[in-house]
């Protein structure tokens, strides 16, 4: 079999692989207890407040959390989670992980049929919800057409219990000496995340994956990406997508702090206020701020003094002298000035952001993965990154492309200890994916001299001329 094989990105930082998410939560608690994990705020007759939790107490309300689900007998049970990117959604994942169950985390756009669909899919005995979702919650309860048993509300909204009991409940267990959730045994080899492909509902698959799969992949982006204790991250990217529940637990296990988003209209806005220095992003974001960046030059007419900066930068960098923080200081100023690093992921990124935040001093990167790969297959870090390219394989993953034709162009292949066991309950599509331990992505890509990947396209969207030559769509988005 021809295969071009991949290099692994170089292990730059230290990094821990942890067993289960209890281990690595009591780890990270230990070391940095008093650091703030989330901070949160609250609005209140126009008063805004802002609530810091650190790492312990956050690791307390996971106890707490898991604590009541075991003594409701929700041992081994599959609890599915809808709703925005919250506190409270993350603690119901930690807890859920902690030792409780099998988390189903779903999409909070989906309409109510592919809802019910998806929990009816999953088995799901238990659903969290927000307050976003109580419309569609009520109308499952009362359509009956799924298993789920109890409904558990992140907000009070009346007539529901909500994870404030659940916590509360917690606290008294563990206070009575209730150790249940706190010694339980985790197999981190189990299904214990049902995580959905983008689709609809006939076309979505649901993807087990097991504790392991998804701390590996942590460990080996903690070992190449330079996120650092102290660092405030946004956490712009929905929970629900293993980029952003994956994302979130690299930075709890990095000890950086996380803030949430107000919307994409406030995300300047939200940049200023906690003075972010990191995030996970997709394209439309990295290109939304670059572009919001260079009309403010232009309004303030210092295209001229841009461009005369960026000359003297470049030229200072060839001699290893880095000044373009200090000299593009009022172009970050806007962004909060911390901003640092900023990983995109999901598609394809226009180079000129991606060149223009790198111009600016500020490091933005991307990396290729899917949520088969828990999710990421290959980066970019600080050492290794090269314009249009999705860098090298992640530390740890066999990463190759398999039967290039002339031009070097091939299928992307992967094997390593981030891969998903299949899809649930669909032994045809396992089959069609998973080949020899071989995980078949669908997606098409070269490797230049150096191995750095770049993405052609899909397979199957592969054109074929009448004189044989293959034309990639997406190629042609990005001309168009």
């Known amino acids: 079999m021809n295969q071009i094989k991949i290099p692994e990105l170089k292990r730059c930082y230290d990094s821990v692989l942890h067993k289960d998410y209890r281990e ?3 780890y990270v608690a230990d070391k940095y ?8 705020k609250h609005k209140d007759k126009g008063e805004v407040s802002y609530e810091n939790i650190s790492f312990g107490a956050f690791r307390d309300d996971v106890h707490a959390v898991g604590s009541a689900m075991m003594k409701k007998g929700w041992h081994g049970k599959k609890i599915a989670v809808v709703g925005a990117n919250s506190y409270n959604w993350m603690v119901t994942f930690f807890a859920t992980l902690g030792g409780v169950g099998t988390t189903v985390p779903l999409d909070r756009g989906l309409p109510y049929e592919e809802l019910e669909s998806s929990l009816a899919r999953s088995y799901a005995d238990v659903l969290v919800f927000d307050k976003g979702h109580k419309d569609l919650v009520a109308q499952l309860k009362a359509e009956g057409k799924t298993l789920v048993k109890e409904y558990i509300c992140m907000n009070d909204i009346g007539g529901y219990e909500t994870l404030d009991d659940l916590r509360e409940q917690g606290r008294v ?4 000496g209730y150790d249940e959730f706190l010694t339980v045994p985790i197999d981190e080899h189990a299904i214990t995340i049902l995580l959905f492909t983008s689709g609809t509902t006939s076309m979505s ?6 504790q392991y799969n998804i701390l590996a992949n942590v460990e080996a982006m903690q070992a190449t990406e330079d996120f650092r204790p102290g660092d405030v991250n946004m956490a712009f990217l929905p929970y629900h997508h293993t980029f952003g529940s994956v994302g979130q637990t690299v930075m709890t296990a990095c000890g950086v ?5 107000d919307g994409l209209k406030y995300l300047q806005k939200n940049l200023v206020e906690y003075k972010v220095s990191v995030f996970f992003c997709v394209p439309l974001l990295i290109e939304s701020i670059y572009k919001k960046v260079m009309q403010t030059v232009k309004k303030q007419g210092k295209e001229k003094t841009l461009a005369t900066g960026l000359k003297i930068s470049k030229f200072l960098l060839k001699f290893g002298i880095d000044i373009r923080r200090k000299l593009f200081k009022d172009i970050l100023e806007p962004l909060g000035g911390e901003l640092r690093l900023v990983i995109s992921g999901a598609a394809a990124i226009d180079p000129e952001a991606l060149q223009g935040f790198n111009d600016l001093g500020i490091l933005a990167v991307q990396g290729f993965g899917m949520t088969e790969a828990s999710p990421v297959l290959c980066a970019e870090n600080l050492f290794e990154h090269k314009l249009g390219s ?10 190759r492309i398999d039967n290039p034709d002339e031009n070097g162009v091939g299928e992307l292949i992967a094997k390593g200890p981030n891969i998903m ?3 649930y309950e669909n032994d045809e599509e396992t089959g069609k994916t998973l080949v020899d331990g071989w995980l078949h992505t669908g ?4 490797a230049d001299k150096d191995g750095y990947v770049f993405i052609c396209g899909r397979k199957k969207n592969v054109i074929v001329l009448k004189n044989g030559k293959n034309v990639y769509p997406e190629e042609i988005e990005v001309l168009i």
Do not use: P, Q, W
């Open 24 to 26: 690595m939560l009591n």
């Open 33 to 40: 207890k008093d650091r703030t994990a989330f901070i949160i």
């Open 173 to 176: 267990a563990l206070a009575e």
């Open 205 to 210: 698959k649901a993807v087990m994956l097991s």
């Open 257 to 261: 702090t996380t803030a949430y988003c």
């Open 390 to 399: 999705c860098g090298h394989a992640m530390a740890g993953v066999d990463l």
């Open 421 to 423: 066991a299949g899809y």
């Open 443 to 446: 997606d098409l890509a070269y």
